[in-house]
C-alpha cells in the first residue's frame, strides 16, 4: 500500500508562482501514474496534470502553458505552479495509480488572490 502527503500549498498572487511536493511512502515503486487532481468550491475533481508511466506529462485545458509536473523520484512528484491565475483556486489532490489501487492524499489548499 502507499500513503502520499502533499506539502506546499498557500497564498499566491495571480501571476505568481508556486510549488506543490507530494512524497510518497510505502511500496512506491507500484506506482504507475502520477500527478495532482484538483477541486474548486462547487465544482468537480478535475486532473490537473499526469504522468503516465514513462510518457511525458499531460494537462488539463485550464492550465497548459501555465503548470509543469516532475516525478522527481520514484517516491516525489512536484506541480510547479508557474503563473496562477484566480480560477487555480482550490484544494489540490496528490494521486497515485498503481496496477490494482488509486492513492490519494488529504489535499492542500491553494488560493490565489491579491
Known amino acids: 500500500q502507499v500513503q502520499l502527503v502533499e506539502s506546499g500549498g498557500g497564498l499566491v498572487q495571480p501571476g505568481g508562482s508556486l510549488r506543490l511536493s507530494c512524497t510518497a511512502s510505502?511500496?512506491?515503486?507500484?506506482?504507475?501514474?502520477f500527478g495532482w487532481y484538483r477541486q474548486a468550491p462547487g465544482k468537480q475533481r478535475e486532473m490537473v496534470a499526469l504522468?503516465?508511466?514513462?510518457?511525458?506529462p499531460i494537462y488539463g485545458d485550464s492550465v497548459k502553458g501555465r503548470f509543469t509536473l516532475t516525478r522527481d523520484a520514484e517516491n516525489t512528484v512536484a506541480l510547479q505552479i508557474i503563473s496562477a491565475e484566480p480560477e487555480d483556486t482550490g484544494v489540490y489532490y496528490c494521486?497515485?495509480?498503481?496496477?490494482?489501487?488509486?492513492?490519494w492524499g488529504p489535499g492542500t489548499q491553494v488560493t490565489v488572490s491579491s
Open positions: 494521486y497515485g495509480r498503481a496496477r490494482i489501487d488509486t492513492y
Open positions: 504522468i503516465r508511466g514513462s510518457s511525458s
Open positions: 510505502g511500496n512506491t515503486i507500484t506506482i504507475i501514474n
